[in-house]
């Protein structure tokens, strides 16, 4: 399969084939089913500590380990919370019930889970994508979360383990599963959906979106149909949903994306050489790049749902739906539109990208900050999406006037791109500080016009034979005097401004003082 | 026999008496005599002389050591006491410590009463003659041939027995009412919610419930009033004040409306009958109208319960997999050691349960069962509450037939499960109940008879249960 991946890009249409191999006759239709974990202070249905990365089964108690005798009380805040994700997803919030879902599962105290079945709290509603196609939402109920397994052996793999642990911290988190409509037709328009979902639960305080930790977790089922031959005038009905399969395991956007194309791929193929899609539930092999068989239709397992009796059904009422709602957050659509505007009148499509990134995460509300205290939008945008978003934690805590001077001094020329990267990573490390002072004391101090050209001119006389190259048009050797004047700055140059200074000198004529003029006959 | 609960309260804390001296009869009474009851499975000698001295420690030092003060009570074994074995008579709970109190425990501790020991009964309190124990069959206090009922058999006995003054029980179909009516003892099922259920061993949750077993009503009003009440940590107990019953107890009965449900008397064995129907004279003697009724849908009472708690049962006893606690088989992989385990762990009981639960629920076949099952029960509790606009009280036995033989109807569920024929549907409809002694039959043993009430009917029920409860010891003297 050649270059699975998709571009994420904001502006990709809706019936983007990709690079996923399907074939031009062929449709992928998607629909995703994404858990999210509710920041909660406390599990869903006791008191234990919600936390990731804690030591193992150190948040536990009889409740969440489904010690004999023990019993649920449901979580107010996260009923909340999960009213909060209904309202930013235009869903109608109805009187729901839990029911128990049965199977045997090691990770799974009481071997049945917790879930909303046939009446969820949030019912119908949408999404909109910044591609202008819009996703429907079927539902976004309430579950638990199970314990968390890790195979113990030579190769970590399930099938070789030797043993298992089991962590219960995790065991009774509160979910809300964001079901959506098959509205997905390609691998960039479901990352498109889980970028901006991501965007909505962190605007709703719901979520951190942390698809590294598993705050955000991803199942696709991936069906391909015949495209209709002439697309442009389908007025007739489309052709019917083919066989679907679910497929689990997908950590990351890349995981996503990759595994839909593999998954239409595979099926496309399986169907033009006459053969039948199965339905099944598959997982994402993220290090072969395929997904494999994990049960069959016949091996799924009988849940055997039915309400839950140690819960009474929950009925919101009008009051409480209200304050929930009014909770919401400044949604993604409007904080883009906010930060494109700092932007001025045609931001680029990388720009936007990095816009689109930056209220994913959440980080937009620093950058209109920084800007509001006098930093340049551009290079505050640049900053933020390139070395805030590599440490999210330590971003979100970052203080605005820090990083705000800090992308002043840059575009004043006052520190280099690659000063201002390193005394922004300390200020990341620190939460803050004055950008000034840590420059000061690591010798930071852009070199003044003179003294990066006098640096200029020693690497060139120095280099005769790569200036003479340079100087024919071989312009990928500014990258060799570049690399030069910096060794001799000690990094102080501003890459910019030597390559500015380095073209100056090619286009002047060659005078007394100028290079190569031995090489004149 | 031991004096009554509310006669050792009293002398504890009067100071008459000190508490671990009653403990210490107590317990000497249970290693001389249990040996041959067996309704004991663990006795906790020296956690129970610890909390005797404290109570005692309360009385010296002149605070309220609480209304129970010094009251040696027994306990069903799926009731989780902290640090003390609860293992619901079944090999797969062996060696397990609940690290938490039950918040009846929590509740009986602080009204100052001390928890002596664990009953047996019938494993994850499935039957109805406390012989599908994993420990053995309790015996019939008066008739060693003979089974207490169940499924809380070993605290009935316990009581009748006069070793405790006080036991609690679980009710699930009758497993408080049958086995203290069998043991000549007085049982009741409060209205679903007044009792938490936090730290039950759950069977059937949606119609389990905590109840008092006591040689007198007025004990049992005693006990019920220190174990009812809100409890947050349970979401289905009711979020209001329990009722005050002990104050009612000399109220009478003149115009209460009492029914004589046919349903609960037809079909008892003929001699049960005729107590029941002079349970019915002694409450008219007494002033209250008596009138017969029918509630024909008490019919499907036994049909629906066993779709019903089998259901609840297989997804409530899943847990049990031999991963995090009690006895693990061990195996080549995780789903072979589930198996092992439960095969080994669960008695044949539990395991026709488990399947005929998960049948019941199984995709296709749940409408037809566990749904329709539903349906019947909504359909009980509209015949209750037309009843309950005739009537305050309704009337009838308590258990078709008097203490039957070990070992008679082990061989034939169906008729172990009719055992509970009169007492499942106050279960089902949620609503409370009632068992008191009413004299004997042909064979010489207690018959009870059963009051039942609408939700939260506790003052009647007691005031009846009270009133019958003089006649019959007028009828014995």
Redesign the interface.
């Known amino acids: 399969m050649s270059g699975g991946l998709v571009s994420g890009g904001l502006v990709s249409g809706g019936l983007v084939n990709g690079a996923s191999g399907t074939g031009p006759g062929w449709e992928v239709v998607v629909g995703l089913e994404v858990h999210c974990e509710l920041r909660t202070r406390t599990k869903l249905f006791c008191g234990c500590v919600n936390a990731f990365g804690d030591e193992p089964n150190t948040n536990i108690c009889p409740v969440c380990l489904g010690l004999p005798g023990s019993l649920p009380v449901l979580n107010e805040r996260a009923v909340e919370l999960a009213m909060r994700i209904g309202a930013a997803l235009h869903c109608e919030v109805r009187p729901s019930a839990f029911h128990r879902k049965n199977y045997f599962y090691p990770d799974m105290p009481k071997d049945y889970q917790i879930s909303q079945y046939d009446e969820p709290i949030n019912v119908g509603g949408w999404l909109d994508l910044p591609d202008g196609s819009r996703v429907g939402i079927v539902r976004a109920h309430l579950e638990e979360d199970t314990g968390k397994t890790t195979h113990q052996g030579a190769s970590g793999r399930i099938h070789a383990a030797d043993y298992a642990l089991v962590d219960y911290n995790r065991a009774g988190v509160p979910l809300v599963e964001i079901v959506s409509e098959p509205d997905i037709r390609s691998a960039a328009q479901a990352r498109l959906y889980v970028t901006e979902l991501q965007g909505v639960l962190v605007a709703t305080g719901a979520s951190d979106g942390k698809m590294e930790e598993g705050s955000l977790r991803v199942d696709a089922n991936v069906s391909v149909r015949r495209r209709a031959p002439d697309p442009a005038g389908a007025e007739g009905s489309p052709a019917p949903f083919g066989t679907r399969c679910e497929i689990k395991n997908l950590n990351s956007l890349r995981s996503l994306g990759r595994a839909i194309d593999y998954e239409a791929a595979r099926q496309a193929a399986l169907l033009e050489s006459g053969g039948t899609v199965v339905q099944e539930t598959r997982h994402w092999d993220e290090d072969a790049g395929r997904t494999v068989p994990l049960r069959s239709k016949e091996e799924a397992f009988d849940y055997r749902y039915f309400p839950e009796p140690d819960l009474v059904p929950l009925a919101p009422d009008a009051a409480w739906q209200a304050r929930a709602a009014a909770e919401v957050g400044l949604l993604p659509s409007a904080r883009r539109a906010r930060l494109a505007e700092l932007l001025g009148t045609a931001p680029a499509p990388q720009q936007l990208e990095q816009v689109g990134v930056l209220v994913g995460q959440g980080l937009d509300e620093l950058v209109v900050a920084a800007v509001g205290r006098g930093a340049p939008a551009e290079l505050a945008l640049v900053r933020a999406a390139n070395e805030l978003a590599a440490d999210l934690d330590a971003a979100r805590a970052l203080d605005v006037g820090a990083f705000a001077s800090l992308v002043a001094m840059e575009a004043e020329g006052a520190l280099t791109a690659t000063q201002a990267k390193q005394v922004l990573r300390e200020l990341l490390a620190a939460g803050g500080g004055d950008p000034a002072r840590i420059a000061a004391e690591k010798g930071f101090e852009a070199l003044s016009g003179g003294a990066l050209a006098a640096a200029v001119r020693e690497a060139v006389e120095a280099n005769p034979e790569e200036w003479a190259r340079f100087s024919a048009g071989e312009d990928k050797l500014a990258g060799f005097f570049t690399g030069q004047v910096m060794r001799a700055t000690a990094g102080k140059a501003d890459g910019k401004a030597v390559a500015a200074e380095l073209r100056r000198l090619r286009a002047a004529p060659a005078g007394p003082e100028g290079p190569g003029r031995s090489e004149q006959p | 026999m031991n004096p009554g609960a509310l006669a050792v309260a009293a002398s504890v804390r009067s100071g008459e008496r000190r508490a671990r001296a009653v403990v210490e009869e107590t317990l000497e009474a249970i290693a001389a005599r249990d040996p041959g009851l067996h309704a004991f499975l663990h006795v906790a000698g020296d956690q129970a002389l610890e909390a005797a001295a404290a109570v005692d420690r309360a009385v010296e030092e002149g605070r309220d050591p609480g209304p129970l003060a010094g009251v040696p009570v027994a306990l069903k074994d799926?009731?989780?006491t902290r640090g003390v074995p609860?293992t619901?008579a079944s090999r797969i709970?062996e060696g397990?410590l609940?690290?938490?109190d039950?918040t009846v425990v929590t509740r009986l501790r602080d009204a100052g009463a001390v928890v002596v020991g664990k009953t047996n009964l019938d494993e994850f309190a499935m039957g109805s003659s406390t012989e599908n124990s994993s420990r053995g069959p309790t015996r019939h206090p008066m008739d060693p041939t003979r089974v207490p009922g169940g499924s809380s058999g070993g605290s009935a006995a316990a009581v009748g027995a006069g070793l405790v003054p006080l036991a609690l029980g679980s009710d699930t179909g009758g497993s408080v009412r049958q086995p203290a009516a069998l043991c000549g003892t007085v049982g009741m099922k409060p209205t679903y919610g007044l009792v938490s259920?936090?730290?039950?061993?759950?069977f059937?949750?949606?119609l389990d419930q905590i109840g008092p077993i006591a040689r007198s009503v007025g004990d049992a009003a005693a006990l019920f009033e220190v174990i009812a009440g809100h409890d947050?940590?349970?979401?289905?107990s009711l979020d209001a004040p329990a009722p005050s019953v002990s104050q009612v107890l000399d109220a009478g009965v003149e115009g209460m409306r009492v029914g004589l449900v046919a349903e609960l008397v037809d079909g008892t064995a003929p001699d049960v009958a005729r107590r029941v129907r002079a349970a019915a004279g002694a409450l008219a003697g007494a002033g209250a109208v008596v009138d017969d009724v029918t509630v024909p849908e008490m019919r499907f009472g036994l049909s629906a319960y066993y779709l019903i708690a089998p259901?609840?049962a297989?997804?409530n006893l899943?847990?049990y997999?031999g991963?995090?606690?009690g006895l693990r088989v061990d195996a080549p992989d995780?789903?072979a050691m589930?198996t092992a385990t439960r095969t080994a762990g669960f008695g044949p009981e539990v395991k026709r349960r488990i399947m005929l639960g998960?049948y019941a629920?199984?995709?296709g076949y749940?409408d037809a069962y566990?749904g329709k099952a539903q349906r019947v029960r909504t359909l009980m509790i509209r015949a209750f509450d037309r009843a309950y606009e005739r009537f305050d009280v309704l009337l009838g036995a308590t258990a078709p037939t008097t203490a039957f033989r070990l070992g008679e109807r082990t061989d034939d569920p169906l008729a172990m499960y009719m055992s509970d024929v009169c007492t499942i549907p106050s279960n089902l409809s949620g609503h409370p109940a009632i068992s008191v002694p009413f004299g004997a039959g042909d064979d010489g043993l207690p018959v009870g008879v059963q009051v039942l009430a609408p939700a939260r009917g506790e003052e009647q029920l007691f005031r009846a249960a009270a009133v019958l409860e003089r006649a019959a010891g007028e009828v014995r003297s």
């Open positions: 799926n009731i989780c609860t619901c709970l397990w609940p690290p938490y039950a259920r936090y730290g039950l061993v759950a059937a949750s949606s947050p940590l349970d979401s289905t259901a609840e297989s997804s899943a847990r997999d991963v995090r606690y995780v789903a589930n998960t629920l199984s995709a749940y566990y």
